[in-house]
């Protein structure tokens, strides 16, 4: 009989994959409040980020902290979310719930 191991690396991203989802701000605002909401830089992945924190690695998290790579999400930054209706990328790793702005594609033309 086949157990799932939910600290083996790969069975964690690939659940914290199915469990992302774009989510509008709004829906996010009163987490924010209670300071659940962590901003991930567009430098990198969500979801690294996300298993990083599902499997307690706090060296890397403290890491992306002081490097503010990683940041509670601030009131401003709520409100010109809110403002602008933004839509994020997000998942959660209780307690925290994990966003990311979308990074828009650019296509580049070589001449």
């Given at each position: ?5 939910e ?101 580049s033309?070589?001449?």
């Open positions: 009989m086949d157990e799932i191991n600290n083996d690396p790969a069975v964690v991203r690939q659940k914290l994959n199915h469990d992302t989802a774009k989510i509008k701000w709004a829906a996010l605002h009163e987490h924010q409040k209670t300071g659940s909401v962590i901003a991930v830089s567009t430098e990198l992945d969500l979801i690294d980020v996300a298993c990083e924190f599902a499997l307690d690695n706090h060296a890397q998290v403290k890491a992306w902290l002081e490097q503010a790579q990683i940041v509670i999400v601030s009131d401003d930054q709520a409100q010109q979310w809110d403002v602008e209706a933004r839509e994020l990328w997000a998942v959660v790793v209780a307690p925290w719930v994990l966003v990311q702005e979308q990074v828009l594609q650019e296509q033309v070589q001449e």
